[in-house]
């Protein structure tokens, strides 16, 4: 059964004519079974670096390299996120889901651990050893409900370890609140 309304430029409000929406918990629902790649967003605006975790990043154009995330209003970071110019996207694998657990986490100093993570020469934040990493300018951001949408070009990258075209990969994916691998195991031919 279709359930989407349309709705005024990105908000939460409904079109006149429509009189209600898809409620959070069967919104949440939806998303729970729809697994996502993970990755940790950092960033630094000249008040410290912050992270956050985040499965919503999405590639956009290779032409010009574009990728899109969102963050929402509640997270730690949002407000760094929303005047940074420039941020590091860091795409992980299996091997790096504590990374994915730290920038998950609440309440604690994502940063404390000065072994883990440096600065570019550019100066933002970057963690040590994931699977790849892209700095990006932000090209632009969009309110989106409670939360914003931000679009980045892409300026340079580091992949530490590639996964092969066709390979299975060790890719880390977020699914049903909780971390899951994929791998030889998963592959279904088809």
């Known amino acids: 059964m279709f359930h989407a309304y349309p709705t005024d430029a990105w908000t939460a409000?409904?079109?006149?004519?429509?009189?209600s929406s898809l409620s959070a918990e069967d919104f949440k629902a939806v998303f729970r079974g729809h697994p996502g790649g993970v990755a940790v967003i950092t960033a630094d605006a000249g008040d410290g670096p912050v992270a956050l975790t985040a499965s919503s990043v999405s590639s956009v154009?290779?032409?010009?390299?574009?990728?899109?995330?969102?963050?929402?209003?509640?997270?730690?970071?949002?407000?760094?996120?929303?005047?940074?110019?420039?941020?590091?996207v860091h795409f992980l694998d299996a091997n790096d889901v504590e990374l994915a657990k730290l920038g998950a986490a609440r309440?604690?100093?994502r940063f404390a651990d000065t072994h883990r993570?440096?600065?570019?020469?550019?100066?933002?934040?970057v963690y040590r050893d994931v699977r790849a990493?892209?700095?990006?300018?932000?090209?632009?951001?969009?309110?989106?409900?409670?939360?914003?949408?931000?679009a980045a070009h892409?300026?340079?990258?580091?992949?530490?370890r590639d996964a092969h075209?066709?390979?299975p990969g060790d890719a880390l994916v977020y699914h049903?609140?909780?971390?899951h691998r994929l791998g030889a195991h998963s592959r279904i031919e088809g």
């Open 61 to 88: 154009s290779a032409e010009p390299p574009l990728l899109i995330f969102s963050i929402s209003a509640l997270s730690s970071a949002s407000d760094v996120l929303s005047r940074a110019e420039t941020v590091v």
């Open 176 to 179: 049903n609140r909780t971390w």
């Open 107 to 109: 309440g604690i100093d």
């Open 117 to 125: 993570w440096s600065r570019l020469v550019t100066g933002e934040p």
């Open 165 to 167: 075209a066709g390979g």
């Open 13 to 19: 409000t409904p079109k006149p004519g429509f009189t």
């Open 154 to 160: 892409a300026l340079q990258s580091h992949i530490e």
């Open 133 to 150: 990493w892209v700095r990006c300018a932000v090209i632009d951001r969009m309110d989106a409900g409670t939360s914003t949408v931000i």
